[in-house]
């Protein structure tokens, strides 16, 4: 088995009226060597989420980053720093896991209606670290992966059990 590799997350890219929280567990390998969010090319992420704002794909990065948080959806990662033996979820090393500052996050967004969990992973690091710290949490939303991982969703699948963040998003 292959050593155990420190891994920092990435930067919250949130505004203060943000709707929908979209929360990862911890980026990817690809993810953070480009120092991007859903970097890997077969994530369906960012076409998923596209097509729910209303915006291209084909974007820059930066755009689509600007053209998220426009409609009100902000994304971070549960997981601030761990080691991890590879780029899936399964490969972090149990008890080396250190939490965002989520509970500081959510209660400083007055417009925060729902968070989305993007797969178990994230669903269940929220559950352990963040919401036991949270006084009234908003709506939390388990959402099927976007990660290549999860080929059996088709992205028209992911679609449908992803319209509830459509749903919390202004009209």
Same mark, same amino acid.
């Given at each position: 088995?292959?050593?155990?590799?420190?891994?920092?997350?990435?930067?919250?890219q949130?505004? +203060?009226?943000?709707?929908? /929280?979209?929360?990862?567990?911890?980026?990817? +390998?690809?993810? #953070?060597?480009?120092?991007?969010?859903?970097?890997?090319?077969?994530? @369906?992420f960012?076409?998923?989420?596209?097509?729910?704002?209303?915006?291209?794909? $084909?974007?820059?990065?930066?755009?689509?980053?600007?053209?998220?948080?426009?409609?009100?959806?902000?994304?971070?990662? +549960?997981?601030?720093?761990?080691?991890?033996?590879?780029?899936?979820?399964?490969?972090?090393?149990?008890?080396?896991?250190?939490?965002?500052?989520?509970?500081?996050?959510?209660?400083? /967004?007055?417009? #925060?209606?729902?968070? $989305?969990?993007? $797969? $178990?992973?994230?669903?269940?690091?929220?559950?352990?670290?963040?919401?036991? @710290? /949270?006084?009234?949490?908003?709506?939390?939303?388990?959402?099927p992966?976007?990660?290549?991982?999860?080929?059996?969703?088709?992205?028209?699948?992911?679609? /449908?059990?992803?319209?509830?963040?459509?749903?919390?998003?202004?009209?």
């Amino acid at each position: 088995m292959s050593e155990a590799t420190l891994c920092i997350g990435l930067q919250a890219q949130v505004n +203060v009226d943000c709707r929908v /929280l979209l929360l990862g567990s911890m980026p990817g +390998v690809a993810s #953070l060597q480009e120092q991007r969010y859903y970097a890997h090319p077969r994530n @369906r992420f960012w076409p998923l989420l596209a097509d729910i704002c209303g915006f291209d794909a $084909g974007l820059a990065y930066q755009q689509r980053l600007q053209a998220l948080m426009a409609a009100k959806v902000g994304l971070w990662d +549960v997981i601030c720093q761990c080691e991890r033996r590879g780029s899936l979820d399964a490969d972090i090393v149990r008890g080396t896991e250190v939490p965002n500052a989520l509970p500081a996050l959510i209660a400083s /967004l007055p417009e #925060l209606e729902l968070i $989305g969990c993007n $797969g $178990g992973a994230s669903l269940q690091a929220f559950q352990r670290w963040v919401l036991p @710290r /949270l006084e009234a949490p908003p709506t939390l939303l388990a959402l099927p992966s976007t990660s290549p991982a999860n080929a059996a969703w088709s992205l028209p699948r992911l679609r /449908l059990a992803w319209q509830p963040v459509a749903d919390a998003l202004p009209t």
